[in-house]
């Protein structure tokens, strides 16, 4: 049974699978506009003042799942009009406030925004840049913080408010993890989506027998789609129209192999070296570590190595990667390895395609899944990457000195990073995830709970192979460039 967090969700998985409908009619364009009408039926309003504000919020998600602004490069964006129910004013001062002789609040304030009448402080709004230091030395903490969720959840510092006090991305900062689209309140952020070219795609492949089209599977489904079991999800795959559906995991076991090569390479230089999974942590060190980028580990990701893989073995092949990722959709888009995954989707919408196709998970029966290493399908958690990495130096008797340091998080990245420009690091890998957890955080989950990291481990024992070499024995590597240049 489907059960949605919120009515954000709720109507972010409506939009998607009417927009899905209509694509499988061949009227999508002609009659897109007919959707929030659809969604937001009336005459009361479902979440908002009046249904006349709800259905130009539905356009406008319309037109994102549609692909979006084409001249944004960003795969976030933000839906002006429903940028309008947060508190304007960050900080407040409440009824703690005693009056004190010190006024340390008014000393503090670097633009004179704080004023003392009738013995208490006042914030001139006007005048605030919301600093934050006269919370930090009130005595009474009798000034509150109310910072936007949105710009709360940006550890990338890309959010900031325009004069109308309405949310707007530094594309320049903005490192697309999507952590604002999932904790914005009001839905007034969304990512763009690949879902209409993907339906296209396979209809397309269901008339024309010249090439086929995969589903790469992120290892992060373990998290997902509970209430059915895996094999059940890899059947509705298939009904969709996929060819075969490939476990990411398998290419985390090419990528742990290549980087543990690489490694030992760079430990023969003198120089750490930084994890490439993460799309999202990769641009983070990009946009603000320029001077570390030659330690980013030039070894692809694994959605890209797989793809690479399957590629060369099927020439004609699509691929379309599912997993729970933002960062992904922008990731296909950088010069250097635009086109090796064509098409990138989430899991939340791989839901509403299912449904729109009228595909009960729960009735399938169970399809195997393309088999990966334990090591591959536990890159899903935070820590995976490290343990692949110690598996393959023990296995292949590696004489040399590994000292990871594991980061869950973007703001545990930022901290290794510092230390590592400054040569103040005592490891030698940075293993960075900038979502919590790792990829079973990610945005686009379809549950965003707190996650059990062994779940991911008792997924990984399913695995046939054990060991990575194992699950690789039987394909030929060597024709395959898996490095790439930041």
């Known amino acids: 049974m489907r059960n949605f967090e919120s009515d954000v969700q709720l109507i972010k998985y409506e939009v998607l699978k009417e927009v899905v409908k209509l694509s499988l009619e061949g ?5 897109y506009k007919t959707i929030a009408k659809k969604i937001i039926p009336g005459p009361k309003p479902r979440t908002r003042c009046c249904i006349y504000k709800e259905r130009e919020i539905i356009n ?5 799942a549609m692909g979006g602004n084409k001249k944004n490069k960003n795969m976030i964006e933000v839906i002006s009009i429903a940028c309008d129910e ?3 004013h960050r900080f407040t001062v409440t009824e703690a406030c005693r009056g004190c002789l010190a006024h340390k609040c008014s000393e503090v304030c670097p633009v004179g925004a704080i004023h003392i009448i009738n013995k208490r402080s006042y914030i001139n709004t006007e005048k605030c840049i919301e600093c934050g230091r006269c919370k930090s030395v009130c005595p009474y903490n009798a000034i509150s913080d109310v910072m ?4 709360r959840a940006c550890n990338a510092k890309a959010l900031s408010f325009d004069e ?6 530094d594309n320049e900062k903005c490192i697309q993890c999507g952590a604002c689209v999932y904790q914005c309140p009001f839905g007034a952020i969304m990512d763009k989506s690949f879902i209409t070219p993907v339906v296209n795609l396979l209809e397309k492949a269901k008339v024309q027998n010249d090439f086929h089209v ?14 059915a079991r895996i094999g059940q999800v890899i059947t509705g795959i298939k009904k969709l129209g996929f060819h075969d559906v490939v476990e990411a995991a398998l290419g985390a076991d090419m990528v742990a192999l290549s980087e543990t090569e690489e490694f030992a390479h760079s430990i023969s230089e003198g120089r750490a070296l930084t994890s490439s999974c993460c ?7 990009r946009k603000n570590y320029p001077e570390l980028v030659s330690n980013i580990s030039s070894t692809v990701s694994p959605m890209i190595a797989i793809s690479k893989l399957i590629k060369n073995l099927d020439p004609e092949a699509k691929v379309v990667f599912i997993g729970p990722c933002t960062a992904k959709k922008a990731e296909i888009l950088e010069p250097d390895i635009k086109g090796i995954t064509d098409f990138v989707i989430t899991f939340e919408e791989l839901q509403a395609m299912l449904d729109a196709y009228e595909i009960n998970i729960e009735d399938c029966e169970d399809s195997p899944l393309n088999n990966a290493s334990f090591y591959g399908r536990i890159f899903a958690r935070s820590g995976g990457l490290t343990e692949s990495i110690k598996h393959i130096i023990n296995d292949k ?18 901290k290794a990073l510092k230390l590592l420009k400054f040569n103040k690091l005592p490891s030698n890998f940075i293993e960075g995830m900038a979502c919590q957890g790792g990829c079973i955080g990610g945005a686009a989950s379809l549950c965003h709970g707190p996650k059990d990291k062994t779940e991911v481990d008792k997924y990984g024992r399913l695995a046939l192979e054990k060991h990575v070499a194992d699950s690789l024995r039987v394909f030929e590597l060597e024709e395959i460039d898996f490095n790439r240049k930041y």
């Open 397 to 414: 008797g590696l004489k040399v000195d590994f000292k990871p340091i594991s980061c869950d998080g973007l703001q545990e990245c930022d």
């Open 214 to 227: 995969y589903a790469l599977m992120a290892p992060a489904i373990s998290s997902q789609f509970t209430y």
């Open 148 to 151: 936007r969720p949105c710009k």
């Open 60 to 64: 406008e998600r319309v037109k994102l």
């Open 279 to 285: 799309p999202a942590f990769v641009a983070y060190i």
């Open 164 to 169: 109308n006090k309405k949310a707007i991305i």
């Open 86 to 88: 947060c508190p304007i």
């Open 27 to 31: 009227k999508l364009k002609k009659e």
